[in-house]
């Protein structure tokens, strides 16, 4: 029986020292017997621990690969000695090459205009070998030809040059023969073709594959459930997409109300209901609503359809009735075509028409009338996604230049006008970042009514100001804030706005704090900003809060 038990211990003792023993590390040294070749060597990066001499050996075959790349094409591999736990590879790197000469056989469209080519011979340095090469293999690959190989062949030094002719074995060139989509079948056809510009017997190759998947991250009302993926078959090509449908429509609101001493009853507060894509088209519908006591009022209903009838074109068309007080009544007519030139440039046509009603006698003191105008403008509009869970853009354009003509009771005048949005964020790192909006409005006319200037101010522009309380022919106000993420769905974010418009050149500023989080299914924006009176001075009691609460579902 002891001897049964000492047995054992022994044949677990030997395989606990075997297993130490063999997952024991191994040291790599590479050296020369000429210091002047250990200089060189002594620059080069390389792995230093290794698990068995397997790896050892692919490590000192890529060594000698890298020093063929800067030149020491003849270089050789001596011997590899083992001292313990450590191997010592010595090389001679021999004679440097500095300069190449490659013909170019066929295919030179293949190569940019950079190369100096002269009877289908490129001379550039040793360094650029590899450069050339990939640039050759990517040109195949953006025509299909995605499991062609490109290499040098016929290569000999001659007065330190090296020459050599490529052999570029082209492979079959691949078509998208079939689109399937997994996990969304509804998913718009319109968004395949425009969107991601996938077309049947369109050219497949892997830059495409990258383009999906960061062009699904730019659509809100899906996801990717994996990347994409190819099959390929002896004659076909076959793409795979996985999407899931989120849900993304939202609904913000708050609604109170109050009675006069004539004992009607008054409605506060403001909804904002916004549907996308529930007839699986892509298409959007908001409605927005808004009333602070009998100041103001606003009723505003936009909808808009992606790529209509599998096209480029998308049009858009808003309606609004504004109400100020008992002084004025303006009705507003809206409609955009645009067309995508790519999946971030689009430009297009507008249209818009605005008539304004006097809701007491003339008041010619606050200089209010009766108008219709229409104009007819230019639309330019860039975006760049960020790609976060806010759906910001790392940046964005907007531009809308238009001319038309205003009339009113016995006049007529020409106008022009102007509309401009930016904005950037610049990432400082992972957690901080800056962001920098600019909102520019231009109204050139000879003669200007007040209930046809621009109405700005509020939580969508200049924060700390009433709502729409500002009213101006000319402004332009800058909103930046630095935003520092707390979480993946959290960031805390500073507010300083500045601004300034046409009317005696006044300038508007405020600052404040803010923080915006995802939960769940809803959106969270609290905030605070105070802005500075006509007397320069700042005021709690200028604080506006600004509440954004909005569930999606």
């Not at 390389?46 to 030149?71: A, D, P, Q, R, W």
């Not at 993304?248 to 004992?263: A, L, P, Q, V, W």
């Not at 818009?352 to 007491?360: D, F, P």
């Not at 804030?481 to 006044?506: P, Q």
């Amino acid at each position: 029986m002891n001897k049964k038990i000492t047995h054992y211990i022994y044949v677990l003792f030997f395989i606990f020292f075997s297993s130490d023993f063999i997952a024991q590390k191994i040291n790599l040294k590479i050296t020369s017997k000429s210091n002047i070749d250990n200089l060189i060597l002594e620059e080069v990066d390389f792995k230093k621990t290794h698990n068995n001499t397997t790896s050892i050996n692919s490590e000192v075959n890529k060594v000698s690969n890298y020093l063929k790349n800067i030149g020491y094409f003849t270089n050789t591999i001596d011997s590899i000695i083992t001292i313990k736990n450590k191997q010592i590879a010595y090389f001679s790197l021999n004679e440097k090459t500095k300069n190449a000469r490659i013909r170019i056989n066929n295919n030179i469209n293949l190569l940019q205009t950079k190369y100096k080519i002269e009877n289908k011979i490129i001379s550039i340095p040793i360094k650029k070998i590899k450069a050339l090469l990939l640039e050759i293999s990517n040109s195949l690959e953006k025509q299909g030809r995605s499991f062609s190989k490109v290499q040098l062949k016929n290569i000999y030094i001659k007065d330190k040059i090296l020459f050599g002719e490529t052999e570029i074995l082209s492979s079959e060139k691949r078509n998208i023969n079939k689109l399937i989509v997994k996990g969304y079948k509804e998913f718009p056809n319109s968004y395949l073709k425009n969107h991601f510009n996938l077309k049947l017997n369109s050219v497949f190759n892997q830059k495409k594959i990258k383009d999906i998947s960061n062009s699904t991250k730019s659509i809100q009302f899906i996801k990717e459930i994996k990347p994409p993926e190819i099959l390929f078959t002896k004659d076909s090509t076959i793409l795979y997409l996985y999407l899931k449908k989120i849900q993304n429509n939202s609904f913000d609101g708050i609604i109170s109300f109050t009675s006069k001493e004539n004992g009607k009853v008054v409605f506060n507060g403001n909804i904002n209901l916004k549907l996308h894509n529930i007839l699986n088209t892509g298409e959007k519908f908001e409605l927005f609503w808004n009333s602070i006591g009998g100041e103001r009022q606003e009723f505003k209903i936009l909808t808009e359809i992606p790529y209509i009838f599998n096209s480029t074109i998308t049009p858009e068309i808003s309606f609004s009735i504004y109400k100020q007080d008992s002084t004025f009544l303006n009705t507003n007519f809206n409609s955009k075509i645009k067309y995508s030139i790519t999946r971030k440039l689009k430009i297009g046509l507008s249209y818009n028409t605005e008539t304004s009603s006097e809701l007491e006698q003339p008041n010619y003191i606050n200089n209010i009338n009766n108008f219709t105008n229409n104009f007819i403008g230019f639309q330019l509009s860039y975006t760049k996604p960020k790609f976060d869970l806010f759906y910001n853009n790392k940046f964005s354009l907007e531009i809308n230049p238009s001319i038309g003509k205003r009339k009113s009771k016995n006049n007529t005048s020409n106008q022009y006008k102007l509309r401009a949005t930016t904005s950037y964020i610049f990432d400082i790192n992972y957690r901080n970042s800056i962001y920098i909006k600019n909102d520019t409005g231009l109204l050139n006319s000879d003669t200007y009514l007040n209930n046809e200037l621009f109405r700005i101010g509020g939580a969508n522009s200049i924060r700390g100001y009433n709502e729409q309380s500002i009213f101006t022919k000319s402004y332009t106000f800058f909103n930046l804030e630095y935003r520092f993420l707390t979480t993946e769905k959290s960031y805390l974010y500073s507010i300083t706005d500045i601004g300034k418009i046409k009317e005696n050149n006044n300038k508007l500023l405020s600052f404040g704090l803010g923080y915006k989080f995802i939960n769940n299914s809803s959106f969270f924006n609290i905030g605070a900003a105070i802005s500075k009176d006509q007397t320069d001075q700042i005021l709690l009691k200028n604080t506006k809060i600004i509440i954004d609460w909005s569930i999606y579902f």
